[in-house]
């Protein structure tokens, strides 16, 4: 997934390797002892295939400047796109979360050509506020969701 130029083209930061990603997890294991969520593997129903990840972190652990927002983040294997998995995904992440959890908002972003991304987002109910910068990129599209008025797409 991450050596995909068709994926990565849409992140923020360094290149990733099978190497980095396995080095991050005990750091998202201690994350979800402490917070009770980090990010998670995605994994295709039925066969238990891994297709991506998705989940919750502080934003400040990837931008010291995000203060206190919690940024929800997904990224999945090309050829998993366009199959309602993200906004699954995305879903039961926002559930957890606001639920749960107990948070009382959470934040995505995108790049403004990444269409698909942004639907995520819209289709798993979370609301446009506008155009902000984070994780050293201008000009991404911000999406939020509060627990005073989210509601699962599939409940609602």
């Not at 068709?6 to 990733?16: D, Q």
């Not at 009770?36 to 931008?63: H, S």
């Not at 995000?66 to 559930?95: C, F, M, P, Q």
């Not at 902000?132 to 509601?151: C, F, H, Q, T």
């Amino acid at each position: 997934m991450f050596i995909d130029p068709e994926v990565t083209g849409f992140l923020p930061g360094a290149a990733r390797t099978k190497e980095t990603f396995e080095a991050q997890l005990p750091a998202r294991h201690a994350m979800e002892a402490e917070l009770g969520y980090a990010m998670w593997a995605v994994e295709k129903k039925g066969t238990g295939t891994f297709i991506g990840q998705c989940g919750l972190r502080p934003a400040a652990t990837m931008d010291p400047s995000a203060g206190s927002e919690i940024d929800l983040a997904y990224h999945l294997a090309r050829a998993s796109w366009n199959k309602g998995y993200a906004t699954e995904a995305v879903v039961a992440v926002l559930s957890h979360g606001l639920g749960s959890v107990g948070l009382d908002r959470v934040m995505a972003v995108a790049l403004p050509e990444n269409v698909g991304s942004w639907r995520v987002m819209e289709k798993a109910g979370m609301r446009y506020v506008g155009i902000a910068a984070y994780y050293g990129l201008d000009g991404l599209k911000k999406y939020v969701a509060e627990r005073g008025w989210w509601k699962s797409p599939q409940t609602a």
